[in-house]
């Protein structure tokens, strides 16, 4: 009985910090031309009047928590209101869908949307610092289409916009 408990207390110390395996972060890296995406033409860069970061104060509420595995779900207006903020706004023939994203935790940077047919890649810019962790965050996208496919990557290559 004593070996089963201190076996217990040993694996609990070790797990101590460790993220349960559906809490791993990880980039889905973006099939593109050699060199950075920012240098492939076939995808092209979204604007940036159509994306809103997440307020940090939803980011475990309940919409961002249950994203399904696909990476983005259809949101209605006052939900992406109530992720974003009150400037939240979607054009006439747009939908807002909230969107997988993943950053450098310790890095400067900002996020841009290229799309490539109905492909979204979610690009974490950064210059010359790579992160030593990932972080899930999310965004929240104005599509006149509905996603196939949702990429996460980083890029060293600032965009234009």
């Known amino acids: 009985m004593k070996t089963s408990l201190l076996a217990v207390l040993i694996l609990s110390v070790l797990c101590i910090g460790a993220k349960p ?3 791993q972060v990880m980039l ?16 092209v860069i979204m604007p940036k009047t159509d994306l809103y970061e997440v307020v940090s104060s939803q980011m475990n509420g309940w919409q961002v928590r249950d994203l399904p ?3 983005f779900k259809e949101l209605t207006e006052s939900n992406a209101k109530h992720c974003t903020g009150h400037y ?8 807002p869908y909230l969107v997988r994203a ?5 890095t400067f940077g900002n996020f841009r949307v290229e799309r490539r047919g109905n492909s979204l890649a979610v690009i974490w810019e950064t210059l010359l610092v790579t ?17 196939d496919e949702i990429y996460n990557d980083l890029s060293q290559i600032p965009s234009k916009q």
């Open 21 to 23: 395996e559906s809490e």
């Open 28 to 43: 889905r890296p973006v099939p593109h031309k050699g060199g950075d995406i920012a240098t492939d033409s076939d995808w």
């Open 69 to 71: 595995a696909s990476g």
């Open 88 to 95: 939240y706004t979607c054009p006439s023939g747009k939908r």
């Open 102 to 106: 993943v950053f450098g935790q310790g």
């Open 131 to 147: 992160p030593r962790e990932l972080q899930n965050s999310a965004l929240v996208v104005n599509l006149d289409f509905t996603p």
